[in-house]
């Protein structure tokens, strides 16, 4: 009864470093999202799928890269890293479209 | 773009007074959600309102969403030191895409 889970739960990052953090859910949801918060503010939408293969553009998707090979993983990955991209991830997934989120633990990153 | 503005940001209580948070939104929406995020936590999903007038009731809280279909609110009666945190609404209008408010942070004296 895993949920959603997010890897790492937190990082450091040099300015112009890439990465990839990682979601897996084990509900069998078709859709999936990224979202980052930042103090005092709500979560924005980065990118989400609604189904494997299938991915698209959110509020605030520069910078970010994402793909769905399979139904369990929506990983994000950091081309290069800058400043303003430190903030707090959340993965989400739900059964359909705005059906209720399931929402990882987060991942907490610092761009140094 | 689509616009979902919250009041207040802060709210403090005594414990036992009610809060209520309220949800705006620039343009109609067909559903709307509302979550809990506790310090240092992630969201969790309380309830969807879908229905234009739509009253729902979870023990102590109360959600309502507007018969324009443009805002809704959650009411907490008689708020507990548990119920500290901050409460998000989403609202949606095209499909796969959601737009949160800032959200309104509660804090309960005891």
């Known amino acids: 009864n895993a949920g959603v889970t997010q890897t790492p739960k937190f990082q450091v990052l040099k300015t112009g470093q890439s990465m990839t953090l990682q979601c897996a859910q084990d509900?069998?949801?078709?859709?999936m999202s990224w979202y980052r918060q930042d103090p005092g503010m709500g979560l924005r939408l980065i990118h989400y799928s609604v189904g494997a293969g299938i991915t698209d553009q959110g509020e605030v998707p520069n910078g970010y890269n994402v793909s769905r090979s399979t139904t369990e993983d929506f990983p994000l990955r950091l081309l290069s890293a800058a400043p303003s991209q430190t903030s707090v991830y959340f993965c989400?997934?739900?059964?359909?479209?705005?059906?209720?989120?399931?929402f990882g633990s987060g991942t907490r990153l610092t761009v140094v | 773009g689509q616009q979902v503005m919250q009041i207040p940001q802060y709210q403090h209580v005594q414990e036992g007074e009610d809060f209520t948070t309220y949800c705006n939104s620039s343009?109609?929406?067909?559903?709307i959600q509302w979550y809990k995020q506790r310090p240092g936590g992630h969201p969790v999903f309380l309830i969807q309102?879908?229905?234009?007038?739509e009253v729902k009731k979870q023990k102590r809280l109360t959600f309502q969403f507007g018969e324009a279909k443009k805002n809704s609110s959650l009411h907490i009666t008689a708020t507990q030191t548990t119920d500290v945190g901050t409460y998000f609404c989403?609202?949606?209008?095209?499909?796969?895409?959601?737009?949160f408010g800032d959200g309104t942070t509660l804090t309960v004296k005891p």
């Open positions: 989403a609202g949606e209008t095209n499909a796969g895409k959601s737009t």
């Open positions: 989400a997934s739900s059964y359909e479209p705005f059906y209720g989120y399931t």
């Open positions: 509900m069998n949801h078709e859709y």
């Open positions: 309102l879908v229905k234009s007038g």
């Open positions: 343009t109609t929406l067909s559903n």
